[in-house]
């Protein structure tokens, strides 16, 4: 008799499949010198590489990573400054399931930028303050350093909104010096982070059912 390693074969498969990790869709600056770029965590577009929050970029791009996908609100409720549902300060309940990203503009010297960011999912709520960014770091979860926490989140002046019309793009309009302007936005449940395409999976089975007819005649 031959028998095969089910498990095995299952995890290559599984290693083979095209998982979507980016829940951030696009950006764009409308106003300002810079561009939109998306990172990926342990970017070396930093200096020291891999840190956010005292002037580690020097630029006048509008920037946005992924942290932790799909994970849950834990503990306690989360306090939030603006909450889509209304518009303004509340908090999301414990175990309401979220995809966090942190946006930010950090410019060598002052200036002024507007522009988007796009996610996947619907935008549940934005954290713009610094004690409430401090109190939701846990959902980050991806090896970032994040540098001199008193003075993350935006100051008088600064904009940031979900757009009418559109619940999954952030609006920004903020001016930023030292250390710059930072938000995390919580989206809802994503689709992209963690589900393979219906036909990828389709073919995963149809290729598990193959060898284990296999066996059976081998038997």
């Known amino acids: 008799m031959r028998y095969l390693n089910f498990t ?8 083979m499949l095209p998982i979507a ?16 770029v ?40 989360l306090n939030v400054d603006i909450l889509a549902s209304t518009g303004t300060f509340g908090t999301l309940a414990i175990g309401t399931v979220v995809a966090s990203h942190y946006v930010f503009f950090d ?8 522009g988007w960011v796009d996610f996947d999912s619907d935008i549940l709520a934005i954290i713009t303050s610094s004690n409430n960014l401090g109190a939701s770091d846990y959902l980050a979860n991806t090896g970032v350093t994040y540098l001199n926490p008193g ?22 309009n903020w001016f930023a010096s030292t250390p710059g302007d930072y938000v995390r936005v919580l989206t809802a449940y994503s ?26 005649k081998q038997v």
């Open 107 to 114: 410019p060598a010297l002052g200036a002024r930028q507007a």
């Open 38 to 77: 998306e990172l990926s965590p342990g970017f070396t577009a930093s200096n020291p590489d891999n840190t956010v929050g005292d002037n580690t970029f020097q630029n006048t791009n509008l920037y946005a990573f992924n942290e932790d996908q799909n994970t849950s609100v834990l503990g306690t409720s």
């Open 191 to 216: 689709p992209g982070a963690t589900v393979p395409e219906p036909g990828t999976l389709a073919l995963l089975c149809l290729g598990l059912a193959s060898i284990g007819c296999r066996r059976k």
């Open 8 to 15: 095995a074969i299952l995890v290559t498969l599984l290693a």
């Open 151 to 172: 003075f993350r989140g935006l100051e008088a002046g600064d904009f940031v909104g979900i757009a009418g019309g559109n619940s999954k793009r952030l609006n920004v």
């Open 21 to 36: 990790n980016a829940t951030v869709i696009n950006g764009s600056v409308t106003s300002g010198t810079g561009t939109f």
